[in-house]
């Protein structure tokens, strides 16, 4: 008995003026965006695990400095009374973990606005500063909410005219600085 096995059917060969080159195109230009989107939140991703992290260090430190000025006021000298670690455990919790949290929420906010705008200007610092601040001071109440949220906005709004910013102002002073000796150089000429 003979079976008849279907043959089978030769696959579509796309066109090359078709559609199928078009969809090729389509597919091409998606993976392409999303290995752009990738990079550009990983960038973000590593910008707020740094910032975490420095913060964390920097909060650390102000809290194991805030425990031996305690401890100099008590007059003990400078020493940690319940031992370093215990000091730095509680320094930690008390001071490095806030910061950086607070330093990961801020950057996270201000390097997606950055990304999302476009550009790198001041009001990306301001907001990332107000959204961390409120966040922090979230479990105070709405007021503390607000007053930490103008807080950090301001302070981090400030930080970045200033980073922005002072570029510009040493060139500005390299040049008022350089006018200012070509005109003293001017004046000694025309002396005697």
Not at 5 to 27: C, E, F, R, V, Y
Not at 33 to 61: E, H, P, Y
Not at 92 to 116: A, D, N, T, W
Request: net charge positive; with cysteine.
């Amino acid at each position: 008995m003979l079976s008849s096995t279907p043959s089978p059917s030769p696959s579509p060969k796309p066109s090359l003026g078709g559609s199928a080159n078009a969809n090729d195109k389509q597919t091409m230009l998606s993976k392409i965006l999303w290995k752009n989107r990738l990079q550009c939140v990983s960038q973000c991703l590593r910008k707020s695990i740094s910032s975490a992290k420095s913060d964390l260090m920097f909060g650390t430190s102000i809290g194991l400095l805030q425990t031996l000025s305690e401890s100099s006021s008590q007059g003990t000298g400078f020493r940690f009374p319940n031992g370093f670690r215990s000091a730095l455990v509680l320094s930690i919790k008390e001071h490095g973990l806030p910061m950086g949290s607070l330093g990961f929420v801020q950057s996270v906010v201000e390097c997606g606005l950055e990304r999302y705008r476009g550009k790198e200007d001041v009001y990306n610092s301001l907001f990332g500063g107000f959204v961390a601040g409120a966040l922090m001071a979230s479990h105070r109440g709405p007021r503390a909410m607000l007053t930490g949220a103008v807080r950090q906005g301001v302070f981090a709004g400030g930080i970045a005219f200033f980073m922005l910013h002072a570029k510009e102002a040493m060139q500005l002073a390299q040049e008022a600085e350089g006018a200012t000796k070509k005109n003293g150089t001017a004046d000694e000429d025309r002396d005697p």
